[in-house]
């Protein structure tokens, strides 16, 4: 209790340090500043009220035992007490509503995201998965109202693909989408099976949060730029021009490309998005490492060794292994429908975070 009270006090402070922040004239005239310190000012507010309210109610509370205490008249002592039992109540809600406010937010997770799936193990039915994978995120996404920009594939022969990579834009759209970093198993009798026997294949998924120019600066002279013709799907013209541009960062070796465009400067801005986020990822690694050797369900670190989840079709079950959570509606959440398991890993990952801050 008194370690909640002693946060929400701090945080007032902050919140009103940020309220007298917000009228100096030099920070208005910093456009990008000021848009930042005011979107602070107003998530903290909603603590602040909470907390002004908690803080009215534990007073009652002291207001109703004391009346208890010294009242003599049976009627105004049935009253406070009455009183006392709802006040509880609202305390008890009260505080749990301020725990999870207290939870501290990712700043990561406000912002948007490239996704990488690649097939690994399973030859052409992994290649197969890494498309059914792909149509899932594309149907949750529309769900959400997030915008999706495929950035680049390479298709395999059996129809699948080696590799899809997309950006995903919209509010919290890392702090949602996360929880997918890892590797999806699939359990299931592939097309070209005679025997009908079940096949274990298996597909990484990398989430990167997308990294703005503020976060890596990238120098032009380290950059080697390489352009070629596009090849697969997608018109006459994708082997008429050398639309296709690969960069390769020197001083480490990251390679980003991108072919989806019809033109190479689009291809070039989306290849740069792609290698500042998987430069800025590297900066990421030790703050998800240090996280991982924390928590045990390894919820958001992001690592993709980590086998996540599996998809058995012949039982139509779908297993998280990361909290033991199994759901028997398969066709749903390959048609999107992942709303119930994101929810689940963000309460696993939050109950953790409350470990870790004292107020669990």
């Known amino acids: 209790m008194r370690l909640m009270l002693d946060k929400l006090e701090s945080i007032k402070v902050r919140w009103e340090g940020l309220g007298e922040r917000l009228t100096d004239p030099e920070l208005v005239s910093d456009m990008k500043q000021f848009t930042k310190i005011s979107k602070e000012y107003k998530d903290l507010k909603i603590i602040v009220d909470t907390y002004e309210t908690y ?7 002291d207001f ?5 205490q010294n009242e003599k008249d049976d009627e105004m002592r049935d009253m406070a007490k009455g009183e006392l039992d709802e006040l509880k109540d609202e305390q008890a809600n009260l505080e749990e509503t301020i725990k999870q406010l207290l939870i501290p937010k990712d700043p990561e997770d406000e912002k948007n995201v490239i996704v990488e799936i690649r097939a690994g193990t399973g ?63 699939v359990q299931r009798i592939p097309v070209t099976e005679s025997q009908g026997r079940v096949h274990t294949s298996a597909v990484s998924v990398a989430v990167l949060p997308e990294a703005d120019e503020v976060d890596v600066v990238v120098n032009p002279a380290d950059l080697r730029v390489d352009t070629y013709r ?23 070796g990251v ?7 019809r033109s190479q400067h689009k291809n070039k801005e989306a290849a740069m998005k792609m290698l500042r986020t998987k430069l800025y990822e590297a900066k990421l690694k030790k703050h998800n490492d240090a996280i991982a050797s924390r928590r045990k369900t390894l919820v958001s670190t992001g690592d993709r060794s980590a086998k996540i989840r599996t998809y058995n079709y012949p039982q139509g079950r779908v297993t998280d292994h990361r909290i033991n959570l199994t759901l028997y509606h398969l066709d749903a959440i390959i048609n999107g429908d992942l709303q119930e398991i994101l929810e689940q890993l963000r309460l696993a990952e939050n109950a953790e975070k409350l470990k870790e801050g004292g107020l669990a």
Do not use: W
């Not at 799907?233 to 390769?248: C, D, F, P």
């Open 55 to 61: 803080k009215n109610v534990l007073s009652n509370i």
């Open 64 to 68: 109703n035992k004391e009346l208890l």
């Open 123 to 185: 030859g052409d039915e992994a290649g197969i998965f890494v498309g059914d994978l792909y149509r899932m995120y594309m149907k949750y996404c529309e769900t959400q109202k997030f915008k999706v920009e495929l950035l680049g594939q390479n298709e395999s022969s059996s129809g699948g693909y080696k590799e899809i990579s997309f950006s995903v834009a919209g509010d919290d759209a890392y702090g949602i989408l996360k929880y997918e970093s890892g590797v999806h198993r």
């Open 230 to 252: 596009a090849s697969g799907a997608g018109g006459q013209h994708v082997n008429k021009t050398e639309s296709a541009v690969r960069l390769t960062h020197i001083p480490t």
């Open 255 to 261: 390679v980003a490309e991108c072919q989806d465009g």
